[in-house]
């Protein structure tokens, strides 16, 4: 396992419900992301936090809310998705946002199944 | 708006092959480009990063190189293994982060 990690590992929900992702970083990072992986399509950045402020969020609909309370934890609050939605949701930490030499480490991911 | 292609989109080869996975990129504005590796189902494990002033860099039986006025990278696996089986991708940091759609490499026994 990587210094990444996320909970939970699988969810299933309905387009109705709320629920929330978490992830955690143990590698004394300042920057984390959330991406977005669906099936046949690469992998797309959601929102980067740099020391627990939001940097990036690229164009990403209001039904994902993400908090980032601490440079450590980085939320992402769902609700009523829809069932394209459903998809892999990785999380990601690195020393510092986007720049030069910034390597990104990867937890496992949440397997998101909206019905 | 950057855009990073991968070829071949699959690959299978016998063990013992040395190969080589390549990326493009449109735009050469880049901070850096790193390789990783996903397994099935899996999160990414990253495996190079080339800074956007380096040529190539090296672990084990990898080599990355990085020619950035041409927006190009390979990635250069030696005496594959099976336990080299899974999807590789190859992401570019500049004022955004972008991934390619990846290659699936299938090294069989």
């Known amino acids: 396992e990587t210094g990444v990690t996320q909970t939970p590992r699988h969810l299933v929900m309905g387009m109705t419900n709320k629920k929330s992702l978490k992830c955690e970083q143990h590698l004394g990072h300042n920057a984390m992301y959330w991406y977005k992986q669906s099936a046949k399509k690469p992998l797309e950045l959601m929102f980067v936090?740099?020391?627990?402020?939001?940097?990036e969020n690229n164009s990403v609909p209001s039904r994902f809310s993400p908090e980032c309370p601490n440079s450590s934890h980085l939320f992402l609050h769902l609700h009523t998705l829809q069932p394209e939605d459903s998809a892999l949701y990785l999380c990601a930490s690195s020393q510092r946002g986007l720049a030069e030499n910034n390597e990104q480490f990867f937890g496992p991911g949440t397997r998101l199944t909206v019905l | 708006k950057q855009e990073v292609t991968q070829i071949p989109a699959a690959l299978s080869v016998p063990e013992g092959e040395n190969l080589v996975l390549n990326c493009s990129f449109t735009?050469?504005?880049?901070?850096?480009l790193q390789w990783f590796r996903q397994d099935p189902g899996k999160g990414l494990t990253s495996l190079l990063l080339i800074q956007s002033s380096q040529r190539e860099q090296t672990s084990g039986r990898l080599n990355a190189s990085l020619d950035k006025s041409s927006g190009r990278s390979t990635l250069y696996i030696a005496a594959s293994q099976p336990g080299d089986s899974a999807t590789y991708l190859c992401a570019v940091m500049g004022h955004d982060m972008r991934f390619g759609a990846g290659t699936r490499l299938t090294v069989k026994p």
């Open positions: 936090y740099n020391f627990k402020e939001q940097t």
């Open positions: 735009d050469s504005a880049i901070y850096n």
